[in-house]
């Protein structure tokens, strides 16, 4: 009932220390010191790291480099748990959050495949995609992890900087992105493009 869904998002607000996010009318993702709820909550015997985030129409793109396991998927989730608990009425797990409504939240993260119809891993992932490029619009919220490398390495960073350039460059697609990759060579499109800026995982 609401009743208990009202309680329950009290009682983690209240003991996690989480915080009312503000809505702003424009878009915007800005947290600062945001946790990931599950994460957090799972390995209590060592503290959570916590992250900031800071996109607007100025810097929509933030791609996000770093090594295996420094945490960049969980970097990713993270911000898609806060946006999405906010919108369904409850705090954050944050010092301080404001955040824009989303029409929807795209992920393309995991590498999965449906053999039995005929979709290879790499088919997958690019069906995901372009899925993403149609539906995505200025009020979404996309999350990209690895995109391209269920190929070779030229091509699948080709890919990733299409996806990176056609989210910047087409306004009607202008989402809020996180685009995790291990292709450094795709910080360089922040010095090209104004709305992409680089964040590396310090581990």
């Known amino acids: 009932s609401l009743l208990d869904l009202t309680a329950s998002f009290a009682e983690v607000a209240d003991s996690g220390r989480w915080v009312r996010p503000r809505i702003s009318p424009v878009p ?11 994460v957090e909550s799972l390995r209590r015997e060592e503290p959570f790291v916590p992250n900031d985030y800071d996109l607007s129409e100025e810097k929509r793109i933030l ?4 090594p295996n396991m420094g945490g960049k998927s969980t970097y990713l989730r993270q911000a898609a748990t806060a946006v999405l608990l906010a919108q369904a009425g409850s705090f954050v797990p944050a010092v301080r959050a ?15 495949d449906h053999l039995s119809r005929g ?3 790499f088919m997958v992932e690019m069906l995901e995609a372009a899925s993403i490029l149609r539906e995505a619009t200025p009020q979404s919220l996309v999350i990209l992890d690895e995109v391209g490398r269920g190929t070779s390495t030229f091509d699948g960073l080709s890919m990733a900087w299409a996806l990176v350039e056609y989210l910047h460059d087409t ?4 989402a809020l992105v996180l685009f995790a990759t291990h292709y450094h060579e795709l910080t ?15 581990v």
Not at 100 to 111: K, P
Not at 171 to 174: A, H, L, R, S, Y
Not at 188 to 202: D, S
């Open 63 to 66: 791609v996000v480099t770093g």
């Open 98 to 112: 404001e955040m824009s409504l989303v029409d929807r939240i795209f992920t393309r993260v995991g590498a999965t």
């Open 119 to 121: 979709e290879s891993t």
């Open 171 to 174: 306004p009607e697609k202008g």
């Open 28 to 38: 915007r993702l800005s947290i600062t010191d945001g946790r990931h709820p599950l």
């Open 188 to 202: 360089e499109i922040a010095l090209l493009k104004p709305r992409v800026a680089n964040a590396t995982m310090a």
